[in-house]
């Protein structure tokens, strides 16, 4: 009975410490801004998966890739943990972690969109109508409309809404690319070569800023 829901479990809790850690991300970043959030918490992601694909596989960095691997999940870190996480952690300042996760729930559809433009993916017309839910219910939220007004209008902040989109936008090509990149290699090590990519990407946005 406890292998049938162990998934659910994992998703649950999976769900739990995404909420907490935007809730931290959120407050660490309104104190010494999202820049040096985003690069403390690569660097801590680093040696925490090294530690463990070192116990795991016997390598603390991911020297068994192909040139293949490297070069699509270098994108994929990049491009989502770069690109994506940057203008996320901006939107957490802007509007707070409850609207900006709101919005990310845009992810999933982004990415099976692009999964179908970008790699031929099928979507299911029980998919489809589950992505309608999902942008309707985001629409619901951050869209508002005054009594007597027909007028409909943003009800956050224009400029923290564009972050956590472009945020979405960011994570769900990241996970893209990393699909193709990953294959069928370790996943935590592929991770970890994702955030050598964004190591490096946050070092360049800083040295420039």
């Known amino acids: ?31 010494v801004g999202s820049l040096a959030v985003n690069f403390f918490r690569l660097i801590i992601a680093f040696v925490l998966l090294g530690t463990f694909t070192l ?9 068994d890739a192909t040139g293949s691997n490297w070069l699509w999940l270098l994108i994929s870190g ?5 690109i994506g996480d940057l203008f996320l952690f901006q939107a957490y300042v802007e509007i707070g972690s409850r609207i900006s996760l709101l919005i990310m729930s845009a992810v ?4 099976a969109i692009t999964g179908f433009l970008l790699m031929g993916e099928r979507i299911t017309l029980q ?9 309707s ?7 508002s409309r005054n009594a007597g ?8 902040s224009v400029k923290g809404v564009a972050y956590a ?45």
């Open 1 to 31: 009975m406890l292998q049938l829901h162990l998934g659910e479990a994992a998703a649950l809790t999976t769900a739990i410490c995404w909420t907490l850690t935007a809730i931290c991300f959120e407050s660490a970043g309104r104190k």
């Open 55 to 63: 116990f795991s596989r016997g390598m603390f960095l991911p020297f």
């Open 78 to 82: 990049l491009i989502g943990f770069v």
């Open 108 to 111: 999933p559809p982004i990415t």
């Open 127 to 135: 998919a489809a109508f589950g992505m309608l839910i999902t942008v």
């Open 137 to 143: 219910g985001i629409a619901l939220v951050i869209l």
């Open 149 to 156: 007004d027909k007028k409909i209008k943003l009800s956050h």
């Open 165 to 209: 989109f472009i945020g979405a936008l960011g994570q769900a090509f990241g996970l893209v690319f990393s699909k193709l990149g990953m294959g069928s290699y370790n996943p935590f090590a592929a991770t970890q070569i994702r955030v050598i990519a964004a190591i490096f990407g946050f070092a360049a946005v800083i040295t420039i800023s």
